[in-house]
């Protein structure tokens, strides 16, 4: 949807599930593009059209989780957090309490652990207000960029044993990896990305760069951020991070290229084994099981099939005949096996599934509704 500088409806966009949206006949002017996606939110996408123009534009939209879990209190057990949009973001602790922690619903938000200390800090992208990041410990945001971003996430590019922050600015500056500890930007690529993700691709303990740049580029790897190497031509409908063979510390590639193929799981660099034939609404990754080191997928295939879970990457279970707005995981109880939260609109609300199968509703609202 476009929206003009006075917040009017000023179009459409329209898709063919590459993850390509195409605008036409766009009057001349400024707008905010936004896309509603089946499993979250588009981060915003800032449109210039020439004066007396319209235009034919595609535009590259990448998805804003709105439920995120992570240890933000530093106590060993996972938190929910929350945009709520209208509401804010708040987070949800493992003692039951919801609490606000900034009444301005961010266009994005992601967590790392940027200091390294066991902490989850909350880095959020609040469009003209800039990117800034929230500490449990002072209790207070501060500044990271003051420039708004296309995408982020967090991991530990540089290999300090600290969570880093890549961010893509779009074509104005490219994407950039931020180094906490040294408080240094280091610049990655000028090309715009699809989606970027973070693997340990050749298995030395390092996350390098895993990034879908369309259909120019397909599928490429920046290995210990010096090596580019192609994963694979075409472009994804989206990448997961998992670990679904045994006796290795590689990741593994788990990659939804739509209808046409389906999903692929890339096993330690080198392999490719088919999981399923259908197109996922969205790819979860958990451990389900607590007696195995193999990561499970909980795929959720949309209302045909509901949500399912492949696990120790031989079989099938039914996680809920239901298919959801949002699904996440993480270890809320400090028991061995990973919990869902999940998020099934309007009518249910956010229910958290405990590794025993046990459903309970933690809020009857829903943050994608």
């Given at each position: ?81 929350v945009n709520f949009g209208n509401y804010g973001i708040m987070v ?31 880095i959020g992208d609040f469009g003209q207000y800039g990117i800034l ?220 599934r405990t590794e025993d199968g046990n459903w309970t509703q933690i ?7």
């Amino acid at each position: 949807v476009l929206t003009d500088a006075n917040g009017k409806l000023a179009g459409f966009a329209d898709t063919d599930e590459t993850g390509t949206y195409h605008l036409y006949n766009v009057p001349a002017g400024n707008y905010q593009a936004q896309a509603r996606f089946e499993g979250s939110n588009s981060n915003s996408y800032k449109l210039s059209v020439a004066d007396g123009q319209t235009v034919t534009q595609d535009l590259t939209f990448t998805t804003e989780e709105l439920i995120v879990v992570g240890d933000v209190d530093g106590n060993g057990l996972d938190d929910i957090v929350v945009n709520f949009g209208n509401y804010g973001i708040m987070v949800y602790y493992d003692n039951g309490n919801w609490v606000s922690l900034n009444a301005i619903s961010p266009d994005l938000f992601v967590l790392g652990d940027i200091d390294g200390d066991g902490a989850k800090e909350v880095i959020g992208d609040f469009g003209q207000y800039g990117i800034l990041k929230y500490d449990y410990d002072t209790n207070n945001w501060t500044m990271v960029n003051p420039v708004s971003s296309k995408f982020m996430l967090t991991g530990d590019v540089v290999g300090d044993t600290k969570d880093d922050i890549i961010i893509d600015f779009g074509s104005a500056y490219g994407i950039l990896v931020y180094d906490n500890g040294t408080d240094t930007w280091t610049p990655i690529n000028q090309v715009n990305s699809k989606s970027i993700t973070l693997a340990d691709i050749d298995g030395n303990g390092k996350k390098d760069l895993v990034i879908d740049f369309g259909d120019a580029y397909g599928i490429c790897a920046y290995v210990n951020g010096t090596t580019w190497q192609s994963i694979n031509a075409a472009s994804a409908k989206s990448i997961a991070v998992a670990r679904i063979d045994t006796g290795n510390v590689q990741d593994d590639l788990v990659i939804d290229f739509g209808d046409v193929y389906g999903i692929y799981a890339y096993i330690n660099g080198a392999t490719w084994q088919f999981i399923n034939g259908a197109s996922a609404k969205s790819i979860t990754v958990a451990n389900l099981d607590a007696g195995s080191n193999q990561d499970d997928l909980v795929i959720d295939f949309g209302d045909a099939y509901g949500t399912l879970a492949f696990v120790n990457n031989a079989n099938w279970e039914v996680i809920n005949g239901a298919s959801a707005m949002d699904v996440t995981a993480g270890n809320l109880n400090g028991n061995a096996g990973d919990d869902l939260v999940v998020d099934f609109g309007p009518q249910y609300g956010m229910l958290v599934r405990t590794e025993d199968g046990n459903w309970t509703q933690i809020n009857a609202e829903s943050p994608n509704a």
